[in-house]
């Protein structure tokens, strides 16, 4: 085994470093269900351009509903790539665009989704993620810890 593939250890480190041991559901107990690790780009066959498209055309709440879902998905999981590039290179500008423009349509969406909660009765003004939970359960979404899962796809 070389060195980068050898595994961190809490162990090796010094005293004043280490971390305690506590178990991971500890850390997500206020979470109902626990965690969800989202491992793959939703949509990651489409451009923006083309969400953009089908979000110009949705016909129903659901359409609505499944659509903010995946791009907010999308956005948060892709959000980390710029952390992936040093800035000022090429490659860390087209991944802040990508980003920007995601995060764009998603508030777009989020905009209309909140006013179908609100119109529905159904929007907790807490706000961010939790205050949709209401709506988005009615649609067949959980929050998995900060991403929005269909629930007949829970096993």
Same mark, same amino acid.
């Given at each position: 085994m070389?060195?980068?593939e050898k %595994?961190?250890?809490n162990n090796d480190l010094p005293d004043v470093l280490r971390l305690p041991d506590i178990p991971v559901e500890e850390f997500f107990e206020d979470v109902p269900?626990? $965690?969800? $690790?989202l491992g793959y780009d939703p949509f990651s066959d489409k451009?923006? #351009?083309e969400l953009e498209e089908v979000a110009a055309n949705l016909k129903t709440t659901q359409e609505l509903v499944d659509l903010y879902a995946g791009v907010f998905n999308k956005f948060w999981y892709i959000e980390d790539e710029r952390y992936d590039y040093e800035e000022g290179t090429d490659e860390y500008e087209k991944i802040c665009a990508k980003v920007d #423009?995601? /995060?764009a349509l998603m508030d777009h969406l989020?905009?209309? $989704?909140i006013a179908e909660a609100r119109?529905? /009765? $159904?929007?907790d003004e807490i706000g961010g993620i939790r205050g949709l939970e209401p709506f988005m359960d %009615?649609? /067949?979404y959980w929050n998995g810890g900060g991403w929005w899962v269909r629930k007949d796809k829970m096993s």
């Open positions: 070389t060195e980068k %595994s961190y250890d269900g626990g $965690v969800i $690790v451009t923006i #351009a #423009a995601c /995060g989020e905009e209309r $989704v119109k529905q /009765g $159904v929007y %009615s649609y /067949g």
